[in-house]
């Protein structure tokens, strides 16, 4: 499942030029604050680890368009580009859930 994953995110990575350490590396520097540096969430802030790449982009353009309620989350949405939520939620996605 995760090689599945993880060729996905290749082929992804070449045809719609994600970036996998661009999306590690934004996530380390601002997601990890709140959803913790190993991943797996913590009392309050959700997992995020393993989560479905589409999900986690439907979230954040949720959050950016203020339909989904959450004034942090709204904030930091709405700090990113469409491709810098696109390379999260990949780079998320190629790891296994921690829970
Ligand atoms: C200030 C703390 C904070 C930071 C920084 C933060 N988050 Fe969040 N995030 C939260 C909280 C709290 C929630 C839960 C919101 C709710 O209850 O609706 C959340 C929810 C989410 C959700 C929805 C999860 C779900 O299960 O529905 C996603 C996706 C998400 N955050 C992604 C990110 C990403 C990507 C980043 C970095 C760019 C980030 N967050 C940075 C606090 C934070």
Redesign the pocket.
């Known amino acids: 499942m995760n090689k599945l994953i993880l060729s996905l995110a290749l082929v992804s990575t070449t045809v719609f030029g994600l970036d996998l350490q661009r999306g590690e590396r ?2 380390k520097e ?2 990890a ?3 913790h540096q190993g991943l797996d969430g913590r009392t ?5 680890a393993g ?1 479905n790449p589409s ?2 982009t439907n ?2 353009f949720a ?1 950016q368009k203020g339909t ?3 004034r ?2 709204e904030e ?2 709405k700090t ?1 580009s469409r491709e ?2 696109m390379d ?2 990949f780079y ?1 996605s190629t790891l296994g859930c921690k829970k």
Request: net charge positive; aromatic share 12%; charged share 15%.
């Open positions: 934004k996530y601002v997601c604050n709140c959803h309050g802030f959700p997992n995020l989560q999900y986690i979230q954040l959050f989904r309620k959450h942090p989350m930091i949405s990113m810098e939520i999260v939620a998320l």
